[in-house]
């Protein structure tokens, strides 16, 4: 159900069976849903990649909205994103890409994100990452949409530069909201993900020094498919402190975390 904030006029997703998912950081259970046996335990797959499985799609159990999906991202319940092999990595990266866009014909938005670890939002151990559409423009991706019109900020910014491919830039903004936070940014202009190319191999070498940090850490999927003139972007921090008053009452943030001391450390994190 989606009700409207009384003076923003923002969209507030109201999702009381969310409140009855499994949390396995307060319930220990020798069973993971997750598992390969246990498949019973998730509604039925959208895709997996083979047989035996290293990665599953499927609707989430405990969904937020109608459009909500679940993507394991390997068969080990003990190796994270960090650690799984560097092709189911890139597997797991397509399996986005192809779940957004197939998602995207019947969400006006579609977030990609990875909750891991409890400071993060996870409630189940094994790694993955979940997909969920929602009917509506997130009043944040409005906003940074409507900033793209004049100029695109994410061509010109030459912020703190951990490393580079031929086709990402991975840079600790000077405006971060969060400690350490990181953006993985695509070399050439385009408002949605198309192709992984080599962010797999980032996004594990980001997870790794994130987890030298802190044992959690988000990372999103920041895409504008209304605005061909927006830059997508994937915005990633550890968890180390907590959102407290001035944050939640203000909409701004405190970073205690030069940016210029981020890259640094980010930069010598290299396998």
Known sequence: MIERNPIS???VIVAPGRAARPNEFRQMSDRCPFCPGNESDTP??????????????????????????????????ARGFDQIA????????????????????SSRYVCVFKNHGV???ATILHP???????????????????AFTSRCALCELRDEKIDATQNYRWIAPRGSMMAYEQWIVP??????????????SLLQRAA???????DSFNWMFINFPQQPAAHWYVQLFPRLTMHAGFELGTGSAINTVDPRTAAQRFGGSRP
């Open 9 to 11: 006029g923002d969209a």
């Open 44 to 77: 039925p797959e959208i895709w997996r990649d083979g047989d035996p499985w290293q990665i599953r799609v499927f609707p989430n159990k405990y969904p937020a909205t109608e459009d909500h999906e679940v993507i394991v991202e390997g068969s080990d319940h």
């Open 86 to 105: 560097a092709d189911v990595a890139a597997r797991a990266v397509n399996a986005w890409i192809d779940r957004y866009r197939a998602m995207s014909r």
């Open 119 to 121: 400071l993060a939002g």
């Open 128 to 146: 993955h990452s979940q997909i969920l559409g929602v009917p509506f423009i997130p009043s944040r991706i409005a906003k940074e949409a409507e």
């Open 187 to 200: 070399v050439h202009h385009t408002n949605e993900m198309r192709e992984g190319l080599e962010l797999a």
């Open 208 to 214: 790794r020094a994130m987890l030298a940090i802190s």
